[in-house]
């Protein structure tokens, strides 16, 4: 436990309320710190933050305004006195990228820079940023290295290139900064609660909120994008982290720029690749339902192939993934079954 002398740190989390935020409030509030949330609930809802107060039976500040506004931001930073910031906040459909190009760079990269900038003028200089996998576009070979090149397909994708390129700068500029860029793979499941998880608007484009609404009776049948690729089933293959291992990432992130102060650029994955089928196969034992699906055409911008070498982030951070795909489905399943209509809207 923390010792009286001890004082909590104080964690800004920007995209709090969203599927990764939310997860991650919840293990920063065990671990002792004080938790400020920004979300202007553009894809996300503020019964999870009640969710995130009720498993961690302790109090969160939230702030519901855009992390683009410099106003709203200073004023957040004058409510609260903070230490450092994991920046969630972003637009994350690759689809939707696409047709709207503006509004994910005007959102990722201002966000970004507004935080950075009012972090800058209160000498906050702790910094945790949410990249992606995305960032080696098609690679040339797995597990993925950090050290494989990079590149973008979509405008999502390049958002967070041009992001990590910002804050490759900004530390080279001003060497004070500690930063850890984090780059997730694909990050499932829910709290052991079932209270909060994944909530997507709409049809899911993500695989496994789609299996789990197939599983629940919401959806008649999975499409499976592809089963051609040069993969042991010709499905593509994804390396599935539980949300709860990849939130812990962020407090181990947090503890090396910290404790140790050195910045790092790291994959946060599991190293294990698990194709469509296997994922479909496995939702069915934990749900015990069967899920329906057909092969379909590839679905453009996908790549057969993609799972981490997550040896760097075991080496700096000292940390790694814990749960296996069996407890991925099951949480997700407890979660999708318990909340078969997501987080309930407010009551105006
Ligand atoms: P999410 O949409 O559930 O969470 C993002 C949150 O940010 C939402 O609550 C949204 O309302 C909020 N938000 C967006 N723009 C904002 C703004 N301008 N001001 C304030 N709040 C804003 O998404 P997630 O899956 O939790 O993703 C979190 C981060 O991780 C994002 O940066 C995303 O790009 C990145 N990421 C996600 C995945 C994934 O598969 N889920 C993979 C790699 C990287
Ligand atoms: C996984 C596999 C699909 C839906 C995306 C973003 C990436 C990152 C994580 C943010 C693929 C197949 C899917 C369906 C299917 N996000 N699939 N039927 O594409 O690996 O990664 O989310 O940074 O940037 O691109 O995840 O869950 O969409 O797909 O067959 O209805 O499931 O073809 O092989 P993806 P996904």
């Known amino acids: 436990g923390l010792q009286m002398s001890e004082k909590k740190k104080t964690i800004l989390v920007t995209g709090g309320a969203g599927y990764i935020g939310s997860h991650t409030c919840v293990e920063l509030l065990g671990a002792g710190y004080d938790v400020v949330i920004v979300d202007n609930f553009v894809n996300s809802k503020p019964e999870s933050v009640r969710r995130i107060e009720k498993i961690a039976n302790r109090k969160v500040a939230l702030h519901g305004v855009d992390a683009c506004d410099p106003i709203a931001m200073a004023k957040v930073f004058d409510a609260h006195s903070i230490d450092a910031a994991i920046h969630f906040a972003a637009l994350k459909s690759v689809g939707e990228s696409v047709s709207k190009p503006l509004e994910y760079y005007r959102n990722n990269v201002d966000s970004l820079l507004v935080v950075l900038e009012t972090m800058r003028a209160r000498g906050v200089r702790h910094f945790v940023f949410s990249s992606s996998a995305t960032v080696y576009g098609n690679p040339h070979s797995v597990p993925i290295d950090e050290s494989f090149p990079l ?6 994708g390049q ?8 804050l490759r700068d900004v530390l080279l500029a001003e060497p004070d900064w500690k ?5 997730y793979f694909n990050p499932v499941g829910a709290h052991e609660s079932g209270l909060i998880g994944e909530d997507p608007n709409g049809i899911p484009n993500n695989l ?3 299996v789990a609404q197939v599983a629940v009776g919401k959806l008649p049948k999975l499409r499976v994008f592809g089963g051609d690729y040069a993969t042991p089933d010709g499905t593509g293959v994804r390396d599935f982290i539980h949300v709860v291992d990849l939130a812990r990432g962020h407090l181990a992130a947090l503890d090396t720029l910290f404790k140790q102060g050195r910045s790092v650029t790291v994959n946060l994955g599991t190293g294990n690749g698990y194709s ?12 015990g339902r069967p899920i329906a699906y057909e092969i379909v055409a590839r679905r453009p911008g996908d790549i057969g192939s993609c799972y981490a ?5 075991e080496r700096e951070l000292g940390w790694r993934a814990e749960f296996g795909i069996e407890r991925m489905c099951a949480d997700q399943w407890r979660w999708q079954s318990g909340n078969p209509d997501g987080y309930p809207a407010d009551a105006a």
């Open 159 to 166: 958002s967070k290139l041009i992001a990590e390129q910002v």
């Open 309 to 313: 070498n997550p040896a760097a982030a």
């Open 208 to 210: 496994m909120p789609y």
């Open 151 to 156: 590149s973008a397909t979509n405008p999502y």
């Open 276 to 287: 469509v089928l296997d994922a479909i196969r496995a939702f069915e034992a934990a749900s």
């Open 179 to 183: 930063i850890a860029t984090l780059r």
